[in-house]
């Protein structure tokens, strides 16, 4: 019986989760409701708060599933190596990260996975010698915003590049002056 009402859960919070992909897609974060995706994903409103509680929630469920991408965190390894992972993944993940990340996203959603993402930079600074400061700041908003430049542009279709084209732009916007940055400390 554990393994069915573990299933029965599972399809529940995908169906939810599903529903409020399809509706931002359709009509915007901002413009969707929690009834909205109680009739898409056809749960009943108790059912619905028995596993999140509100929209919000939902979104950031949903982020974690194209955040999940983070590799340990070296010091010896190449600079950023998380970005070509992620770029492969929101190719396979394109309608998700859409409605996540592109401009019918709403704001909320675009400052979480901006704060998901200056936590791994961030990190990955710090494993490198880098020193927390404001200058330390200043660098990981330039690395984020590039990225999530990128990011957000090929997700809406405005940008036409394969992941590794993404990603060796990436590295030659950002890692000269992070190599500078790191070399400094």
Request: charged share 25%; hydrophobic share 50%.
């Amino acid at each position: 019986m554990p393994g069915n009402l573990d299933r029965r859960v599972r399809r529940t919070r995908q169906a939810i989760q599903r529903a409020l992909v399809e509706l931002i897609l359709e009509k915007g974060y901002e413009a969707v409701t929690v009834t909205d995706l109680i009739d898409r994903a056809d749960v009943g409103r108790s059912t619905f708060y028995a596993h999140f509680d509100g929209k919000q929630a939902v979104l950031f469920s949903n982020l974690s599933e194209i955040t999940f991408l983070h590799p340990p965190i070296s010091a010896d390894g190449p600079l950023f190596a998380f970005s070509l992972a992620m770029f492969e993944h929101v190719l396979e993940q394109r309608d998700l990260v859409r409605a996540l990340l592109g401009r019918r996203s709403g704001r909320v959603v675009m400052a979480h996975g901006e704060q998901l993402l200056q936590d791994l930079v961030r990190d990955e600074l710090l494993a490198r010698g880098a020193r927390r400061s404001a200058s330390l700041e200043l660098v990981v908003t330039c690395v984020v915003g590039a990225f999530m430049a990128l990011l957000s542009r090929w997700v809406d279709e405005e940008l036409t590049a394969t992941p590794a084209e993404l990603d060796a732009a990436f590295h030659a916007a950002v890692g000269p002056g992070v190599r500078a940055m790191l070399a400094q400390a």
